[in-house]
């Protein structure tokens, strides 16, 4: 509180001291800490300043170098008719077979596979058959999963036993689900079903396989191969819709999950002879399951972010 000079009735002020003047000089001419431009310290600035600053880039959301493997699903992942008449071979599996002429997914991807690949598909196998088989994978914790399955939902003994789409597609989700409930870094890769009907044209030039599809094989499609009544083709026609419906189930599925695959290029290869089991003439031979690896490989090593 300022003194009072009594006798001249008016407060008396103290004088400002030099060292006091030039404090406020300096602070009047030197900027706000951290400003970097004059003081400016409006929202504008702020953004300006943040956004020159550099983040961090994120880590991809796909390894394209997953260093374990399991694989799910039916006869061809089983290599069911690769190296012999009504057998499977796991060594000839396109997924982790040790055969060096398929050199599978799991020997391209994998510096070591022994010991860290694993094959639980199984002849025969239903979409309902999915989630036991992930039951058998899920301990190993595998990081990256392939599944190729559907192929017997639409191979019945009958068109009209085939699997209804709608229970297709709830299968696949809810076995997705569960795997992402136990693994949420799991990768999946998920193989379109094959186009049954270029199988059936391709394999009906062979008489011996026509012989062999009549123990059973797939009959909705097979049966009757060289018939191509009106009927008998609507038939045909009726089954490669349903595999179509499965592959859009699958990856309509698959796109809502980051870390899934759907690969259309297992659907869309127009197989030959020359990749069919010279026993049944529509199973993969070696050759064809060799094709499968391949296309598996480019899709699982795809940099994210490319088509």
Known sequence: MAKINWASGRPRRRPV?????????????????????????????RGRTESARPHPSLPPVWDTRPDSVAALGDSITAGFDACGL???????????????????????????PSGHAWNYARTGALMDDLPRQLDRAIPHKPQLVTILIGANDACRNNASAMTPTADFRAGFRTSLKKLRRALPRTQVYVAAVPDL???????RRNPVGKQVWKLGICQSMLHDADNVSRAASDRREGVRDRVMAYNTALREVC???RRCRFD???FDYRFTGRELSEW???HPSKRGQRELAEMAYRTVTRPEGRG
């Open 86 to 112: 009504l057998a499977d071979c796991s060594a000839a599996s396109w997924a982790t077979g040790t055969d060096p002429a398929v050199r599978s997914l799991a020997e391209r991807l994998v510096a070591h």
């Open 17 to 45: 001291t030099v060292p006091a003047a030039l404090a406020a000089a300096l602070l009047l001419a030197v900027p706000a800490c951290g400003s970097g431009d004059s003081g400016d310290n409006s929202p504008a600035s």
């Open 280 to 282: 049944d003439w529509f």
């Open 264 to 266: 259309q290029a297992v």
């Open 255 to 257: 796109e809502q999950d």
């Open 197 to 203: 009907m270029r199988l059936w044209s391709q394999g």
